[in-house]
């Protein structure tokens, strides 16, 4: 059988991302799974996939986008866990089933080194997915595998807070806004910046209790402070990287977490480290999560109702300008490409 795909070909770049055909051999192994993908949501890893400054040294081509959703179309003769018809979602990491993450587990990624979900079919081990949230559509459910799940692990199982807790969120992308309705979801007071203050309102709606306009005052970390009656946020999402992270340090509070998890304002800088230091700060690295850490997410969202935030949705002829679009910046919440 023929699989449309998008893949980028011969070198790096958004022209060289193209649309072709693979053949899909239909036989399975006796553990795999082959899935009618509908939708992928992108994510900013895979726009610098795409343009090889994620990793300069991947092997082309390649199919990105590490998100995806979609139905069970046939199961190899040993698979237990799934059979056709069912709603599922691919895992990131496909060899990382639970606990702590080794080197062999970081390599199975999709999106790059492995084929990601721009394509209207894959093949998985069924250890590989996870079931689909039955409230959600594929397009809602495709948010959840990197996005969703990075800030489950950054509030959930790093970031230590109970109800009361002060969380700051930095801006209003997709990692924010679900790790937003994560903190909410557990009694947390949720501080948010944006540059805009439309999207400042709309996360208001979310339940944010305080927000910051960055672009308006340049020395947010003091805002953060009175919000907090001068304690601290006991956790900040940190996604700018070291383009914020110092004044991150200024806003935390003894002994608080910044759960570090993008460079949307840059990877390299120097930084004083004193904060850090003299104020017994963690700093935690989030690489999104395990199968296991997936499954108790979906419970936590399917228990609540909890619906992720779609800004908005690309066909599947619109791939290159859903990756201009992410890059722009401009988008509240998650973009999808669908093509059920």
């Known amino acids: 059988m023929l699989n449309k795909v998008w893949e980028i070909q011969g070198s790096f770049g958004l022209e060289n991302l193209k649309q072709t055909t693979r053949d899909l051999s239909e036989s399975l192994a006796p553990k795999e799974v082959l899935v009618r993908l509908t939708a992928t949501s992108l994510n900013y890893r895979d726009y610098l996939m795409v343009i090889g400054t994620y990793n300069p040294r991947q092997k082309l081509p390649l199919v990105p986008c590490s998100d995806g959703a979609g139905v069970v179309e046939a199961v190899g003769s040993e698979v237990s866990l799934w059979k056709k018809g069912d709603r599922v979602l691919p895992i990131f990491a496909q060899k990382w089933m639970d606990g702590a993450p080794n080197m062999d587990n970081l390599r199975s990624t999709l999106g790059g080194p492995h084929d990601g979900c721009l394509a209207n079919y894959g093949k998985f081990q069924e250890e590989g997915l996870v079931a689909t949230p039955s409230h959600l559509t594929d397009k809602e459910a495709a948010t959840l595998g990197c996005a969703g799940l990075t800030a489950y692990n950054a509030v959930v199982n790093f970031g230590g807070i109970e109800p009361g807790s002060d969380v700051l969120c930095l801006g209003t992308g997709g990692v924010s806004l679900f790790a937003l309705q994560f903190a909410k979801m557990m009694g947390a007071r949720v501080i948010i910046t944006s540059s805009s203050d439309e999207k400042l309102a709309r996360a208001k709606t979310l339940g944010a209790d305080a927000t910051i306009n960055y672009a308006t005052k340049s020395n947010w970390e003091r805002d953060v402070r009175k919000a907090t009656k001068m304690a601290g946020a006991d956790l900040i999402i940190e996604v700018g990287g070291a383009?914020?992270?110092?004044?991150?340090?200024?806003?935390?509070?003894?002994?608080?977490?910044?759960?570090?998890?993008?460079?949307?304002?840059?990877?390299?800088?120097?930084?004083?480290?004193?904060?850090?230091?003299?104020?017994?700060?963690?700093?935690?690295?989030?690489?999104?999560?395990?199968r296991a850490d997936f499954e108790k997410m979906n419970r936590a969202i399917e228990q609540n109702k909890m619906k992720p935030v779609v800004d908005k949705v690309f066909g599947w002829e619109e791939v290159p300008q859903a990756l201009e679009y992410l890059q722009t910046g401009k988008h509240f919440g998650k973009v999808v490409v669908s093509w059920e």
């Not at 383009?243 to 840059?266: C, E, R």
């Open 243 to 290: 383009g914020t992270m110092q004044k991150s340090m200024m806003s935390v509070k003894p002994y608080g977490t910044i759960a570090l998890i993008g460079v949307l304002a840059g990877g390299e800088s120097s930084l004083s480290l004193y904060p850090i230091l003299m104020q017994g700060v963690k700093v935690q690295g989030v690489i999104v999560g395990s």
